[in-house]
Every structure is written in C-alpha cells, then in structure tokens.
C-alpha cells in the first residue's frame, strides 16, 4: 500500500539557521541547475513509487547524485518536492474524473474512475499518501482533494440515477475501497496490479444493484481519513 504520510507532511527540511530559500523555479535556471532539478525530481518519483513519501530525503539526494544542499536550494520543503513530483499524477487523476463525468454513460464512468484510482495505487505507493495528506503550503493540494471529493459523489448520484448502482451505495463507501485496495499492495509491483484489479472487480460486482438485504449504516469516512495518523497511547 501507500506508505501512510508523514505526520507532519509539511515540516521543514533542515537547512540553515538562516532559513530555507525559497524553492527554484524551474524556468530561468542555467543548465547545469536545471538538469540538477530534473535529476532531483526523477529521483524522488522513483523513491516514491518504491516507498512511498516518507522516504529520508537524504535518500533522495544520493539516488539523484547532489549534495543535500543542492536539493535544499530547489526544494525547501518536503512538502514542495512531493507536490512536484506528483505533478503529473495529479493532472491525470483530474483527467480521469472530468473524463467519468462527461462520460454518457454514468456506471461507467463510476466504474472508470474506480479502476484508474486503484491501479494508482498498486504501481505507486506515494501518489495516494501525498494526494490525500495535509500540506500546509500546497494549496493545489486541498481544493484538488475538495473538488474530488464533489466530484466523486456527483458520479455516486448520477450512477444510482441509472437504477444500475444499488440504492444504499454511500460516497464514503469510496473510502472503504481505497482502504481495502491499499491492503493488497505489496512488495512485487506486478502482484499488486493483479491483486487489485481482482479486488475491484469484486467490489464493483458487489456495488450493483441487486436484491440483497440493506447494508448497515456507512461510516463517517471522508478522503482525509485514509491517511490520517492513528493517535497514540
């Protein structure tokens, strides 16, 4: 599964008693710096991918072939290198839910935005964790999560409309299946992929409608649940 996020997702990184800099854009640089940046970055989305976003960024530097401070100079913030190596993700994670909402047919596009978040998840252990943790200073962050979040249950709305999603589906049950899904990720990327698509297959079978007795009541789950620190004793 995703690695759960840091409890602290934006802390710091530490840097000099000065203060951090702020992060570089990544027009205007020489070239040097720029494919500094670039090995950085490509650096941190394998890291990522393999253990999630809690990986030490001292890690992350050396797989990249920098100094620590190179990486300080670009990136100040864990939480601003995490929101830019998942830059892309985020773009095809909005992608998928337009594209579910302007689907004609509303249980497919229900089911196509299911199976898109789920092989997410299975190939890449930090997209789900940095998606859905707090970040201070990422402000994309939230309203990406608010507008999922509004968006996911308009398909909910529109798939039971159709009379082919069972009337008792509950948005938060949205959650119950990521939380599921992350419990068949494992080591090997490709058990993973199997594992989860068998899941949700199962799943989306069992949230059709059909004559079943009524479920229990759904739990006050929301998207920010599924990561959140468990408290400690």
Same mark, same amino acid.
């Given at each position: !599964?995703?690695? /759960?996020?840091? $409890? *602290?997702?934006? /802390?710091?990184?530490?840097?000099? +008693? ?15 710096? $720029? ?11 394998? #890291? @990522?991918? !393999?253990?999630?976003? %809690?990986?030490?960024?001292? #890690?992350?530097? /050396? ?8 990486? =300080? $100079? ?8 995490? &929101?830019?190596?998942? #830059?892309?993700? !985020? ?6 839910? %337009? ?5 004609? %047919? ?9 199976? *898109?978040?789920?092989? !997410? ?13 707090? @970040?201070?200073?990422?402000?994309? =962050?939230?309203? %990406?999560?608010?507008?999922?979040? $509004? ?8 798939? *039971? ?13 949205? &959650? ?21 698509? /068998?899941? +949700?297959? =199962? ?31």
């Amino acid at each position: !599964m995703p690695a /759960r996020s840091s $409890r *602290k997702p934006g /802390r710091p990184l530490p840097v000099s +008693t000065e203060g951090p800099p702020p992060p570089a854009p990544s027009t205007g640089l020489r070239a040097d710096a $720029r494919r500094n940046r670039d090995r950085i970055l490509e650096a941190a989305r394998e #890291a @990522f991918a !393999m253990q999630g976003i %809690d990986v030490p960024i001292t #890690a992350i530097a /050396r797989r990249a072939g920098v100094g620590a401070a190179t990486l =300080y $100079r670009h990136f100040p913030t864990r939480a601003s290198l995490v &929101t830019e190596a998942f #830059a892309a993700q !985020m773009a095809d994670c909005v992608a998928a839910l %337009d594209d579910a909402l302007a689907d004609p %047919d509303p249980w497919r596009g229900f089911c196509s935005v299911i199976e *898109k978040v789920c092989v !997410m998840q299975a190939t890449d252990r930090g997209f789900t964790a940095a998606f859905l943790s707090q @970040f201070p200073d990422a402000v994309d =962050y939230e309203r %990406d999560r608010t507008r999922a979040e $509004r968006g996911l249950a308009q398909l909910v709305q529109r798939a *039971k409309d159709t009379g082919r999603l069972r009337a008792d589906f509950h948005p938060a049950d949205l &959650t119950l299946l990521v939380l599921a899904n992350s419990g068949v990720v494992g080591e090997s990327q490709q058990v993973s992929l199997a594992a989860s698509r /068998r899941l +949700t297959a =199962y799943l989306l079978q069992s949230f059709r409608t059909a004559p079943t007795e009524p479920l229990p009541p759904p739990a006050p789950l929301g998207l920010q649940h599924i990561h959140q620190p468990q408290p400690t004793h």
